[in-house]
Structures are given as structure tokens and as C-alpha cells.
């Protein structure tokens, strides 16, 4: 089933109560940027409006973690049950250890790959994720022109 989480990256962030009531009755749940100025050369929305989302919405959040240390963000990111929490494989952290973190917080792991990351890295981790997210353009900023190869790397994955 098709299901479109609209990203608040881009969203007034003054404004995010009356937004997400809004979009509320109309979307599955949520999409979140958090970026640490280290992994990628940016920061989205902080950890601080992260965890205040889920007094606007009991929709599923899918909190996308751009950052380099991405255990770290685990300890203080407060989402509710059935939350998706996606982090980058290129991090290179232990990543058995912090997906089995992200399952006994009560959420669903993730995992994301920037567009020149070979798919193949995904493919030991697949039985214990619940998605993978192909980043079709480089991590870090919005606007920016999709990577049309990276269409090729949906096939081995259904």
C-alpha cells in the first residue's frame, strides 16, 4: 500500500502545532529530519521539536537520523511505540547492537544508504528491518536534483 509521509523539514517551525493538526486526519504519520552539522553539512529539525511532535499527533512518526553518532540520539529521542526510526549504514556504527536498540525501544528499525552507497551493504540487515530508505539525492539539503540511478537499487529489494 502506498502511504506518503509528508516531510517537516521545510515546515515553519513556529507554526508546527497548527500544521500537523491540520495534516493530521489526512496522512499516515510523519517524516522528520534530524541532521548533526557533522554527517551531513546541515541541521534539520532538532531533537527538542522531535520529541514535542507526538503531543500534536499520535500518528506514526518516521524519524530519519542524518548524524554520525546516531546510538547517541537513541538515548534522547522520546517517539511514541510503532515509531520508525531509520539511521545511515554509512555512520558505521555497531549496527546489530543499535538496531536491537531501536527494537526494544518499541520502534520499527530503518535503515538509509546516500546515493553512491552500493545496495549490497543493506543486505545482511534486511530480515530485521522493517524498511530501507534509498536516499535519491545526496543527504543534507532539500531542493536538490535527483540521482536517477538511483532507481536501480529498488529491484533487489522487493
Not at 534530524?34 to 541541521?43: E, H, S
Amino acid at each position: 500500500m502506498l502511504q506518503i509521509y509528508p516531510s517537516l523539514l521545510a515546515a515553519d517551525h513556529a507554526n508546527l502545532e497548527n500544521l500537523v493538526t491540520k495534516l493530521d486526519p489526512l496522512v499516515p504519520g510523519f517524516h522528520v529530519d534530524i541532521m548533526d552539522n557533522a554527517f551531513v553539512p546541515n541541521t534539520g529539525i532538532g531533537l527538542d521539536i522531535t520529541n514535542t511532535l507526538s503531543k500534536f499527533t499520535i500518528k506514526q512518526l518516521w524519524v530519519h537520523l542524518m548524524v554520525t553518532e546516531p546510538e547517541q540520539y537513541l538515548d534522547l529521542l522520546r517517539v511514541p511505540a510503532g515509531s520508525i526510526v531509520a539511521f545511515h549504514i554509512e555512520a558505521r556504527t555497531n549496527t546489530p547492537r543499535l538496531i536491537q536498540k531501536i527494537v526494544d525501544k518499541g520502534w520499527l528499525p530503518g535503515m538509509a544508504i546516500n546515493p553512491t552507497t552500493s545496495i549490497e551493504e543493506l543486505f545482511p540487515f534486511l530480515e530485521q528491518l522493517h524498511q530501507a530508505l534509498i536516499m535519491s539525492v545526496k543527504p543534507g539539503f532539500a531542493g536538490q536534483p535527483f540521482v536517477p540511478e538511483t532507481l536501480a537499487k529498488i529491484g533487489p529489494l522487493v
